[in-house]
């Protein structure tokens, strides 16, 4: 069945310093989705990306969706303590009716 | 977040307990899931309801129960059966009609062994 990898499983990062979290998926994907998740608290919806190519920002988070709608990306430029947490991507799975996420990428900002 | 409920926060369960986590919402969506989340897991679907009087198992439904009496209200029983129920529980539906919509989660409940 359709699975979606994530890398690295954890970062840590000075505060200032770029970060990024990759994710591929074993099919192709009608859209990607990108979740944070806080220490302690529940997943919070950042983005959808739904076209080939497609490129979006929200201030210093930029996401990508591959070519192919296999991969996909989150860049964080210039981390801040405030950018702590965990990042999942989520495709929507074979059944159509539910979403596969990856495991997260943990990231740890120190200042 | 508004629209989802879910109660209680903490539960601690003895062997052999089955203990039912709830979650109700607000938001006249027809559909909800259940996800379990572990530390380094990510999270894995345990069942989903698309209409009331309907639901699906996800990828590790043994152990648990649901039921789906109420448009607003989405049990889920953890039984005895499930030997490792120690986890945090987040209850979810999407945004929109679809099920490819963003989901939107509640405040989620942890459970543990006593």
């Known amino acids: 069945g359709q699975q979606v990898m994530q890398i690295p499983q954890y970062?840590?990062?000075?505060?200032?310093?770029?970060?990024?979290?990759?994710?591929?998926?074993?099919?192709?994907?009608?859209?990607?989705?990108?979740?944070?998740?806080?220490?302690?608290?529940?997943?919070?919806?950042?983005?959808?990306?739904?076209?080939?190519?497609?490129?979006?920002?929200?201030?210093?988070?930029?996401?990508?969706?591959?070519?192919?709608?296999?991969?996909s990306s989150l860049h964080i430029t210039a981390t801040q303590t405030t950018d702590v947490g965990t990042y999942f991507c989520a495709g929507l799975s074979n059944s159509g009716y539910a979403l596969n996420f990856g495991k997260g990428t943990s990231l740890l900002v120190t200042p | 977040d508004g629209g989802i409920t879910q109660s209680p926060k903490y539960l601690f369960r003895k062997e052999g307990q089955n203990v039912t986590l709830s979650c109700e919402q607000n938001l006249n969506h027809d559909a909800m899931y259940w996800y379990r989340q572990d530390p380094g897991q990510g999270l894995r679907l345990i069942y989903y309801s698309q209409i009331v009087n309907d639901f699906q198992k996800g990828d590790i439904a043994e152990g648990y129960s649901v039921s789906r009496e109420k448009k607003e209200s989405f049990p889920l029983t953890v039984t005895s059966a499930q030997k490792n129920p120690t986890a945090f529980y987040l209850c979810a539906n999407p945004t929109g009609p679809v099920a490819n919509q963003p989901q939107h989660f509640g405040d989620g409940t942890r459970l543990s062994i006593l």
């Open chain 1, 11 to 71: 970062q840590h990062v000075q505060e200032g310093e770029d970060f990024t979290t990759y994710c591929n998926s074993s099919t192709t994907l009608s859209n990607i989705q990108w979740y944070k998740q806080r220490p302690g608290g529940h997943p919070v919806f950042l983005i959808q990306l739904v076209k080939s190519g497609e490129v979006k920002k929200q201030k210093r988070l930029t996401f990508q969706f591959g070519e192919a709608k296999k991969n």
